[in-house]
């Protein structure tokens, strides 16, 4: 399956199959026109709007976050899938401004040996009698030798 490449006045139109691509210049650059998805079918690119959509009432969260919502089931009765949520844009404007300049250097993590010990218990059961036809009181000690 071949590709068809037109040039009509400022917009390359590239034709392959079914799927008609239509790339714009955007700053010097020929970008692809955001309103064409690659390979979906209608019911999938209706998905894709609507992910949109609760993207933006939702406050931009990142599509992972939205995909997540999904899987978990905390978003329940929206027609949405996990394709058509990985398929959601990124957020410029949620990525700007959380990005350091620098990386932290953080201290190496300590890592405590988990150190097998030898625990013992000396357990000592008595009894303590006045006489022998009265009841005898029963008394428990016990001494603990941590290795």
Do not use: W
Request: some cysteine.
């Amino acid at each position: 399956m071949g590709a068809n490449i037109d040039y009509s006045g400022d917009v390359f139109v590239v034709t392959i199959g079914k799927n008609i691509l239509k790339f714009q210049p955007t700053e010097g650059l020929y970008c692809m026109s955001p309103t064409t998805i690659l390979a979906l079918t209608k019911k999938e690119l209706l998905e894709v709007e609507l992910g949109q959509e609760v993207q933006r009432r939702l406050g931009f969260p990142d599509r992972s976050g939205v995909e997540a919502f999904i899987r978990i089931g905390a978003m329940l009765n929206v027609p949405i899938g996990t394709r058509a949520a990985g398929l959601l844009p990124l957020s410029i404007e949620n990525v700007q401004g959380k990005s350091v300049e620098k990386r932290i250097n953080l201290p190496p993590e300590v890592k405590s040996e988990n150190k097998i010990t030898v625990t013992r218990l000396h357990v000592d059961i008595f009894f303590v009698t006045e006489d022998i036809q009265k009841k005898s009181l029963p008394f428990f000690g016990s001494v603990t030798d941590f290795g």
